[in-house]
């Protein structure tokens, strides 16, 4: 089956939105940079999920409901800055020498503390889930796409989630590269270390303060 021209505009739309920088490319970075290649692409894989989320409440409208009670927006706003927040504040207090009864970094200069894969992946998928103006970007854009006189809604809809997890994976993806692949160099001896921890965590940080600040 040809791919028509409606889906090729909105793979346009979701590449441009995914290539601006923003909370969850900020999240990928931090987490190559701090795990390595795994965590970066486990952070990844948690932002796809969420986003086939944020696909199927379109469909099923129920975004409608936080663009009728702007409250419920703001509560996710500050709940999603504030889990970030957190998150970068975690990795920030990790950048403290270690006291002799605290464990040392690993042999890869890895602290010890940082989260496992699993636990990258929901704090990703969390972080995106709580992002209200995703769910209005979708409620936005999906009347234009979702019907279509070639599929079904349900297959049209299909198409529109592959295109989104194309679109993050490839992108988010080389992000988590290129973050891994600069980690040996950050990661050189104990003050190295605790320099990228700091510039990860005030990385998140600031990240989580310019999503309110654009509100």
């Known amino acids: ?34 795990t390595g290649l795994r965590g970066g692409l486990a952070a990844v894989a948690g932002i796809m999920v969420a986003g086939q989320v944020h696909l199927a409440s379109g469909v099923l409208g129920l975004t409608a409901v936080l663009l009728w009670w702007p409250g419920a927006q703001q509560a996710m706003l500050l709940a999603g800055a504030a889990y970030m927040g957190w998150i970068g504040w975690t990795i920030w207090r990790t950048a403290r020498p270690a006291t002799p009864s605290e464990p040392r970094a690993g042999p890869a200069g890895v602290p010890t503390v940082m989260p496992t894969w699993h636990q990258t992946f929901w704090r990703a998928a969390a972080t995106c889930l709580m992002n209200p103006k995703a769910y209005a970007f979708t409620l936005a854009i999906l009347p234009a796409f979702i019907h279509s006189p070639e ?65």
């Not at 409606?6 to 999240?27: K, N, S, Y």
């Not at 992108?171 to 190295?192: E, H, I, K, N, T």
């Open 151 to 215: 599929r079904s809604v349900g297959a049209q809809a299909l198409w529109l989630g592959a295109i989104i997890a194309a679109n993050q994976g490839g992108v988010y993806g080389l992000v988590a590269l290129l973050a891994s692949m600069a980690r040996p160099w950050m990661l050189r001896g104990d003050a190295a270390q605790r320099g990228t921890a700091r510039v990860v965590g005030a990385g998140l940080m600031l990240g989580a303060a310019a999503a309110l600040v654009r509100a």
């Open 1 to 34: 089956m040809s791919v028509s021209p409606d889906l090729w505009l909105f793979a346009t739309l979701v590449f441009g939105i995914v290539l601006l920088p923003g909370m969850d490319m900020a999240f990928v970075a931090g987490s190559a940079v701090t």
